[in-house]
Every structure is written in structure tokens, then in C-alpha cells.
């Protein structure tokens, strides 16, 4: 066996083991120790929790005040919109309307229009009548007299129009005629056949027009050339004469109550009082 020496034991004595070495407390070393946080620092801890709650709910807040002024300039912009767009159909509507209004305005106007310019254009033919004759006359006064001096109606019939003018359309003239016996009858073939002429009134349309109506002719047979002219064939008929057939064609004339009553404007007499002092 190999002797130990004292220096080999020494130097294992001295130098230890690593565990002994691990376990020995350091002196240089300051160790750690967990203290409880004080009063004052739990609060200030609290009051920083409920500083950053403060934030959050603000900025929050903030965030929901921003999201609702969207919201409501959103509705503001689509309430904008659509009352626009109902402003502007409300308009476009009033405008159509007013166009409307316009053009049936203007349509009334040239019905007024035509109808004055075709009163310019015609004669009145006025009937009387008694018991052996039929008197057409284009004047209302002629016929007065035919009722103050020969016994004729009256009150003159309005009986029909005639053109004042000859035209593509009034091609047929109208003369009046007085028989030997002095009774009277219109011809619309030219003159008078050998009975006595009296006045021309006019032209009517040998062929259907529009807005007008035919004009029938009834004779007596028994007194020939004694007859009656009508738009109206149920009179004719009536009156006791033969119906000969259509003479022509005469234009349909409208006229309000002022123009066919007009006002009477003749002048008035006026009272004379006389009084007497004492």
C-alpha cells in the first residue's frame, strides 16, 4: 500500500467538499425581503387603478359620443336626401301641374278663338213663320216687321248658319225667293227658277264637314215652292210637310246666354217732378 502523507491530508482538510462549500453563507450578499406594501402605497396603487378606469370610461365615452354624432350626421344626410328628393318631386309635381293648367288654358283659348272667329265668319238665319209661309231673314228686325205688319211669329227662330264667304267647304249659295203669292222659300241650286229674288244669305257645304250638321228641307205639296229648311228633322216632320231630302251641309255655332239675350240697352225715361212754392 501506498503511505499517505501529511501535506495530501492537509490539502483535503483544507480545501473541503462542494456541498460544504455551496452551504456556507455569503457575507457580502443582501437577501431579499418580501415587506408588505405600506398605507400610503396601497393608495396611491388605488388611485392609479381609478385614474386609468377614469381614462378608459373617458376615451370610451369619447369613442360612443363620436360613433353617435356619426350616426346622427348620417341620419341628418339621409333625412337631407330624402327630403330633398321629395322637395323635388313636390316641385317637379307643382310644375307638372302648373304645365298642366297651361296647356289646358291655352287649349280653352283657341276653342274661344275658333268659335269668335267662326261667329265672324256666319250669318244668323232666323225662321218665322204663320200659317201659309215660312220667312227666313238674316235680320231680327225684318222679322219684327214681318209680325207687326203681316202676322209672322213673333219670336224669330234661330235656324241656322250660312257662310258669309264662298270657300273650298261653302260651295252652295243660299238665295232667298218670293213666289207669286208672296210666300217665300230659300233655293240653294242658284236663283230663283223664274220666282222673284230677294236677298242672297250666304253659302252652305254641299259635302259632310266636321261641326256640321245636315240641313233637311221640307216642302208643301200642296203649295209648291213653299217649304221649310231645318237642322232638326223631327221638326220638319211636325210641321206637316213632305221631307224632300238634304240641301246641304251648315256649320254647328256656339253661343253663351249673353250672346244670344244680350242686355237690353236702350235708354230709359226718366221722372220729371215739379214742385210748387205756396
Same mark, same amino acid.
Given at each position: ?66 360613433? &353617435? #354624432? *356619426? !350616426? =346622427?350626421?348620417?341620419?341628418?344626410? @339621409? /333625412?337631407? %336626401? +330624402?327630403?330633398?328628393? &321629395? #322637395? *323635388? !318631386? =313636390?316641385?317637379?309635381?307643382?310644375? @307638372? /301641374?302648373? %304645365? +298642366?293648367?297651361?296647356? &289646358? #288654358?291655352? !287649349? ?5 278663338? @275658333? ?164
Amino acid at each position: 500500500t501506498t503511505p499517505t502523507t501529511a501535506s495530501s491530508q492537509g490539502s483535503a482538510f483544507d480545501s473541503g467538499s462542494p456541498a460544504e462549500e455551496q452551504s456556507k453563507p455569503n457575507p457580502d450578499s443582501n437577501p431579499v425581503v418580501n415587506n408588505p406594501p405600506s398605507n400610503e402605497e396601497l393608495l396611491q396603487q388605488q388611485l392609479l387603478a381609478l385614474q386609468q378606469q377614469l381614462e378608459a370610461q373617458r376615451l370610451e365615452q369619447e369613442r360612443l359620443a363620436k360613433q &353617435a #354624432a *356619426k !350616426q =346622427a350626421d348620417a341620419v341628418k344626410q @339621409a /333625412e337631407a %336626401a +330624402r327630403l330633398s328628393d &321629395a #322637395a *323635388k !318631386q =313636390a316641385e317637379d309635381a307643382r310644375l @307638372a /301641374e302648373v %304645365a +298642366r293648367q297651361a296647356e &289646358a #288654358a291655352r !287649349q280653352v283659348q283657341a276653342r274661344e278663338n @275658333a268659335r269668335l272667329e267662326l261667329i265672324s265668319k256666319v250669318n244668323k238665319i232666323y225662321r218665322y213663320k204663320k200659317s201659309n209661309d215660312v220667312l227666313f231673314t238674316t235680320s231680327s228686325d225684318e222679322g219684327v216687321c214681318a209680325n207687326r205688319k203681316h202676322g209672322y211669329d213673333a219670336d224669330g227662330v234661330l235656324a241656322f248658319h250660312t257662310y258669309k264667304q264662298s270657300s273650298a267647304i261653302a260651295n252652295l249659295p243660299v238665295t232667298r225667293c218670293a213666289a207669286r203669292d208672296w210666300t217665300h222659300f230659300l233655293n240653294t241650286s242658284g236663283g230663283c227658277g223664274g220666282q222673284r229674288w230677294e236677298a242672297d244669305y250666304g253659302f252652305i257645304s254641299a259635302q259632310q264637314q266636321a261641326d256640321h250638321v245636315p240641313l233637311y228641307n221640307f216642302v208643301n205639296p200642296r203649295h209648291w215652292p213653299h217649304s221649310m229648311l231645318t237642322v232638326n228633322f223631327d221638326e220638319g216632320a211636325a210641321y206637316g210637310f213632305t221631307y224632300s231630302g238634304i240641301v246641304g251641309y251648315v256649320p254647328v255655332v256656339q253661343y253663351t246666354n249673353e250672346e244670344l239675350n244680350p242686355p237690353d240697352t236702350s235708354p230709359t225715361m226718366n221722372k220729371i217732378y215739379t214742385f210748387f212754392n205756396g
